[in-house]
């Protein structure tokens, strides 16, 4: 089968500032290549600050690399503009670690879910009815219980649950999840690593799953 996500030996440099008019430049990731194929799950882990998350945003193509290549489908994005990447976005997104910061606190749910589908076009009469599947897969249900709310009025579980409501609206081949249950307490997380293996077999996403621990990306 071939790879739907292929990175080939990425670099990303950062220059960090180290003192009022000099930058020195810091080495994020250096050489690292992988592929991940349809339906399939790669976990990427290490500890905190070994680029785990540079490299997740560069499989979004949310970073440049400073070397190196990102296909998606055999295509080679690297260098698009974000006119270019459009039509990628649509096919990939992420699940970020915090449910807290990730959610604007002042848009309730039902403008969270929409906002992907306004960038990206999405008819306005359809809107109410992805919406409503969207948090149907991830189990908050019955969907109109949980429009109208804000993410303050609901758990750390239930607002990673919308992160991933969100990332599943556009129906996206590839997800890339950086460390999706490491905020969320521990009842949750079982749930919530089941619920991602159940929408991986329904849809046939590719999963990027990055982690510091072993244990749930077992």
């Known amino acids: ?38 339906g399939e799950t790669l976990a990427l882990l ?8 540079t490299l997740g945003r560069v499989s979004l193509r949310l970073l440049r ?3 190196g290549r990102v296909l998606f489908d055999g295509q080679d994005i690297t260098d698009r503009g974000d006119g270019g990447l459009k039509p990628f976005r649509r096919q990939a997104q992420g699940i970020f670690q915090d ?3 990730s959610l604007d606190p ?3 749910i039902h ?6 589908l306004i960038v990206h076009g999405i008819d306005r009469s359809q809107r109410p009815e992805i919406i409503s599947w969207a948090l149907e897969q991830v189990r908050l249900t019955p969907p109109e219980d949980y429009v109208a709310k804000y993410p303050h009025t609901l ?5 990673q649950r919308v992160g991933i409501a969100r990332a599943l609206a556009l129906r996206p081949r590839y997800v890339a999840a950086d460390e999706p249950v490491s905020m969320v307490d521990a009842s949750s997380r079982a749930e919530i690593l ?9 849809h046939g996403i590719a999963f990027l799953y990055i982690t510091h621990d072993i244990a749930t990306a077992r």
Not at 46 to 53: F, L, V, Y
């Open 194 to 202: 089941c619920l991602l293996r159940e929408l991986q077999e329904r």
């Open 155 to 159: 758990s750390g579980g239930q607002r």
């Open 46 to 53: 290490g500890e905190s600050g070994s680029g785990k998350t």
């Open 1 to 38: 089968m071939a790879d739907l996500v292929r990175l080939e030996g990425i670099r990303v440099v950062f220059q960090s500032r180290a003192g009022l008019l000099r930058t020195v430049p810091v080495t994020a990731v250096d050489g690292v290549s992988l592929s991940i194929a349809p």
């Open 65 to 67: 690399p400073t070397a």
């Open 111 to 116: 403008q969270i879910l929409e906002e992907p």
């Open 106 to 108: 002042y848009m309730n």
């Open 99 to 101: 449910p807290f910061s």
